[in-house]
């Protein structure tokens, strides 16, 4: 059974860091890409980044490049999401996703966690 | 870029069939055959529900199909049941900005 588990949302203040972790497990991490998807309280979805299934490859929205980094450790199945310079408007659950096609990507989010909450407020 | 529109809200009864709409230009929906849907309860993560316009992923019922016209993407929920009741969000690859969502639309069967 796949399971994706994110952790390490919390309140920030605006202009700080934070960095998020998704535990990955039940398919074979090495082979998929992997997406941070938002969504802000009561809003809809926005693709925050992605990363390739070996890493060379990393993506991001233009609301956040620049600021976030998005990087994995394949022999820890674990993906991550740097987040600097937070503003109030990066306020939202972040959910890690996994791609639906082994080494490609095709923006099909097949299995998505529960999500972590990072809330940017003084 | 914008987001694809959906309407807000669509609402039908028990054994209906309803049909939410996902409008988008030609350079998103219009330009690739890259449309996918998600089913969101409260509070809990979106669901794929159909991929590539008119695909169902392994487990989801066939009550669901999706389509496509020109720059409008279409998902078909026939068979109305009271545990379809969710919002649902339509995404599509989009060159400039790799993917886009729609706003979402909350289904309600009453």
């Known amino acids: 059974e796949v399971q994706l588990v994110e952790s390490g949302g919390v309140v920030v203040q605006p202009g700080g860091s934070l960095r998020l972790s998704c535990a990955a497990s039940?398919?074979?991490?090495?082979?998929?890409?992997m997406h941070w998807v938002r969504q802000a309280p009561g809003k809809g979805l926005e693709w925050v980044s992605l990363?390739?299934?070996?890493?060379?490859?990393?993506y991001y929205a233009d609301s956040v490049k620049g600021r976030f980094t998005i990087s994995r450790d394949n022999s820890n199945n674990s993906l991550y999401l740097q987040m600097n310079s937070l503003r109030t408007e990066d306020t939202a659950l972040y959910y890690c996703a996994k791609d639906m096609v082994s080494s490609s990507w095709d923006f099909n989010f097949e299995y998505w966690g529960q999500g972590t909450l990072v809330t940017v407020s003084s | 870029q914008s987001a694809l529109t959906q309407p807000a809200s669509v609402s039908g009864s028990p054994g209906q069939s309803i049909t939410i709409s996902c409008t988008g230009t030609?350079?998103?929906?219009?330009?690739?055959?890259?449309v996918s849907w998600y089913q969101q309860h409260p509070g809990k993560a979106p669901k794929l529900m159909i991929y590539?316009?008119?695909n169902r992923p392994s487990g989801v019922s066939n009550r669901f199909s999706g389509s496509k016209s020109g720059n409008t993407a279409s998902l078909t929920i026939s068979g109305l049941q009271a545990e379809d009741e969710a919002d649902y969000y339509c995404?599509?690859?989009?060159?400039?900005?790799?993917?886009?969502f729609g706003g979402g639309t909350k289904l309600t069967v009453l």
């Open positions: 030609s350079s998103d929906v219009g330009a690739y055959n890259y």
């Open positions: 590539d316009v008119r």
């Open positions: 995404s599509s690859y989009i060159s400039s900005s790799l993917v886009v």
């Open positions: 039940g398919f074979t991490f090495n082979d998929y890409t």
């Open positions: 990363i390739s299934w070996d890493g060379g490859i990393t």
